[in-house]
């Protein structure tokens, strides 16, 4: 049984920083990646931000580079995204995402979190 679990979101003033913590069970698989999207009502999913757990490499979206940092805790199956400067554009909902990748670039064993609201006020 797979699960992903997001926390941490809440709100936040101009300026300031949260971290959310992203949590995934069940995955054996050696090339997990797990990532950030993030939706605002009547607007697509997108992407935020991806992290490799084998070999650590992480992708950023432009609109977030410099000011997020993807993390992870290996050893508790963490991983974090720590968000400074917010804007009042990056209020949403992030969802989370694991996923099992092939050496093809295809994917499988891949879940989503329910989410966790991000609310910036100017």
């Known amino acids: 049984q797979h699960h992903v679990e997001e926390s941490g979101g809440g709100p936040v003033q101009t300026g300031g920083s949260l971290r959310l913590a992203c949590a995934a069970s069940g995955y054996t698989c050696t090339r997990k990646v797990m990532s950030w999207f993030r939706q605002t009502p009547g607007n697509e999913r997108e992407f935020v931000s991806s992290?490799?757990?084998?070999?650590?490499?992480?992708t950023y979206a432009d609109f977030v580079k410099g000011r997020f940092t993807i993390s992870q805790d290996s050893a508790n199956n963490r991983v974090y995204l720590q968000m400074n400067i917010l804007e009042p554009d990056d209020t949403a909902m992030y969802y989370c995402r694991a996923h099992c990748r092939t050496l093809n670039g295809g994917y499988y064993q891949d879940r989503w979190g329910q989410g966790t609201q991000v609310t910036v006020s100017s």
């Open positions: 992290i490799n757990i084998d070999d650590g490499n992480t």
